[in-house]
């Protein structure tokens, strides 16, 4: 699977996809990005900057300091960095160059994960958003609340069975309500299916969405006005109520194209409302499919205590934005890492052991990776009370119980 490139370092085969794609060629020849630039070229910024993510480091100092380890400043090309560089760079190179980098390496990572498991998998898109807070004196721009800023990282991810993939990202101020940036994330694809929560509920976009054939699974608030036009026969199931066809809202904000409405329960047994306008999958898939939705909140969470994303290295937009679209990428690598490598753990071991293997060679990195523990955990051991008692009351029975008046004795441990 690896060839020859097994001896190369860890640090090389983590980097080269993005490294040697012909967009970080495009992105300095056609953005000028480096323009004027001696040492810290885009590339060298990216690599500090993902670093940086990878071991979640506190501050430009720290990410500076890093060049003092040989290895690193080796395969960076660096001998030293100041900490104000760094904080001029991340805040004057422009957004759209990370997002350049980023757009071609997801769809290139979609594609490599279908190619390495050798299926394609269900074509879900998964959209929501997530607010990260920041202090309102140092993030004005971002002001959100009277005493808060924040920025909002609206997502569109990807699913690939038990892995997941960020396809398409827009960062705005916290401010920007989720469903304003419905159309830029939505999958026009005929084959996708996108999944939303209730905060992008919006019958004018519906109505178009069903016009241009675009599939969407999203739930039903509890106010909405709902008439029913047929009811349609649903296996029996422990999760799903009812399956109608139904129009929405009334007057002139009544929908033209009828949805379908699926009530089921959720595993606590509270009722849910799904609309859909997938006629093609039975009740209990469109209920399973809904239920990937939280597939997305688990990626933030992953990014948000595994990444530096809660607290930014500057304080521009450029730079906050740059530093989320880093983390993304840098998110993306460690997928066709993952996948590369035929490791079926979860990502977030398979990142520890990168953090301790980044300048292995690849070989010795892979070998460390599928590594046998040396010793197997029984699991806790327990004692058998019954033997105890019986041996405990045969001393008692035959006058042996001095010891029992020891303080250091326990005939359990014995």
Request: aromatic letters at 10%; a neutral charge.
């Amino acid at each position: 699977m690896q060839g020859k490139d097994t001896i190369e370092s860890t640090f090389d085969q983590l980097f080269s996809p993005i490294l040697s794609h012909e967009i970080m060629q495009w992105t300095k020849n056609e953005l000028k990005v480096d323009r004027y630039v001696k040492k810290l070229t885009i590339d060298r910024l990216f690599i500090l900057m993902a670093f940086a993510q990878l071991h979640q480091l506190e501050g430009l100092r720290e990410i500076a300091n890093v060049l003092n380890d040989e290895r690193f400043g080796k395969a960076v090309g660096l001998e030293s960095i100041s900490y104000s560089t760094i904080s001029r760079r991340m805040a004057t190179v422009s957004t759209e160059a990370f997002e350049a980098l980023f757009k071609p390496l997801a769809s290139k990572t979609g594609s490599h994960m279908n190619v390495m498991s050798g299926r394609i998998y269900h074509p879900l898109r998964v959209i929501d958003a997530s607010t990260i807070t920041l202090s309102l004196t140092r993030y004005r721009w971002a002001e959100f609340r009277n005493t808060t800023s924040g920025v909002k990282l609206h997502l569109r991810l990807r699913l690939f069975g038990p892995d997941v993939l960020p396809d398409k990202v827009v960062i705005t101020p916290a401010k920007v309500a989720d469903n304003t940036q419905m159309d830029s994330l939505v999958a026009e694809d005929p084959d996708a299916i996108n999944v939303f929560d209730r905060g992008y509920l919006d019958y004018g976009k519906f109505d178009e969405y069903c016009k241009e054939k675009i599939h969407f699974v999203t739930r039903l608030k509890a106010n909405a006005i709902v008439h029913v036009l047929e009811e349609q026969p649903c296996e029996e199931s422990d999760t799903i109520r009812s399956d109608s066809i139904v129009l929405l809202g009334a007057g002139k904000d009544q929908m033209e194209h009828p949805l379908r409405l699926i009530k089921a329960v959720d595993t606590e047994g509270n009722a849910i409302a799904i609309l859909t306008n997938v006629h093609y999958m039975s009740a209990e898939e469109i209920g399973d499919i809904y239920r990937n939705r939280w597939q997305i909140e688990l990626f933030f969470k992953w990014i948000k205590q595994h990444f530096t994303v809660k607290h930014f290295y500057g304080q521009s937009d450029q730079a906050v934005a740059n530093q989320l679209y880093i983390a993304l990428i840098m998110h993306c690598l460690l997928t066709i890492l993952k996948v590369d490598s035929g490791y079926r753990g979860a990502l977030l071991e398979f990142t520890r052991c990168i953090k301790t293997c980044l300048f292995d060679l690849y070989q010795l990195f892979l070998e460390k990776l599928c590594r046998k523990p040396s010793r197997s955990s029984r699991g806790r051991c327990t004692f058998d009370h019954d033997t105890v008692f019986q041996q405990t009351l045969s001393q008692v029975i035959a006058g042996e119980v001095d010891h029992l008046y020891d303080l250091t004795y326990d005939p359990v441990i014995l």
